[in-house]
């Protein structure tokens, strides 16, 4: 997929995002991200996740999912987030299943959360993008997004989780857009409809 397709596919959640310096950020991303985000199944056991996200480009239509279902719970009149915040919920949802696969190209990686944040960490050139505030903010989101599911499936009594807890207000956003937009009670979503309120 060209850049410009990449770039393209996403226009919508990118113009949510107001600030050109974090929308530069999430697009800069988006064109360093694997090629396989833009084709793998958002479930690759097809266990979970609601239909619309498996197959094809399903991670790619769950991350549309998770943006829009963030974008209508900070739109709320009774949720109090400023401007910036509501960009880092924005930019942390649309990247946080970046690296689903980590560094290969198939099945899901249980540390996914943190070998993305750790991606954009690493990244010389996005590091000089956005202030170390945000983008440790953005970081932080990313890796907290799986939430209660940070431990190894073998790990019965949970002792052990392998991914740092949702603990801030912008963190616990982003893992229930994510939790949201992975229910399978939803039998489909439309794609066309209008661009909310923002």
């Known amino acids: 997929m060209s850049p410009e397709e990449r770039l393209e596919l996403f226009k ?3 113009d949510y995002i107001k600030d050109s310096k ?3 950020f ?3 991303t988006l064109l360093l991200l694997p090629e396989y985000f833009f084709q793998v199944p958002a479930s690759t056991s ?6 619309f996200s498996l197959g094809d480009g399903g991670l790619v239509r769950h991350t549309k999912v998770a943006v829009r279902i963030a974008v209508d719970i900070i739109s709320l009149e009774m949720m109090k987030y400023s401007d910036l915040e509501k960009d880092i919920i924005i930019v942390s949802t649309l990247l946080h299943d970046g690296k689903k696969c980590g560094d290969g190209t198939s099945g ?9 944040a750790d991606f954009i960490g690493n990244n010389p050139e ?9 983008l440790d903010k953005i970081k932080d989101c990313i890796s907290t997004h799986m939430g209660e599911w940070r431990y190894d499936y073998k790990d019965k009594y949970k002792k052990n989780p392998l991914l740092p807890k949702p603990n801030s207000k912008l963190q616990n956003i982003v893992h229930l857009s994510d939790y949201l937009a992975s229910r399978r009670y939803f039998a489909e979503f439309d794609f066309e409809i209008a661009v909310p309120r923002r």
């Open 126 to 134: 996005l590091n000089t993008l956005i202030d170390k505030e945000i």
């Open 12 to 14: 919508t959640e990118l």
């Open 26 to 28: 999430a697009e800069k």
């Open 46 to 51: 097809g266990r979970f996740h609601p239909k």
């Open 22 to 24: 974090i929308r530069n």
């Open 108 to 116: 899901t990686v249980l540390l996914h959360p943190t070998i993305m």
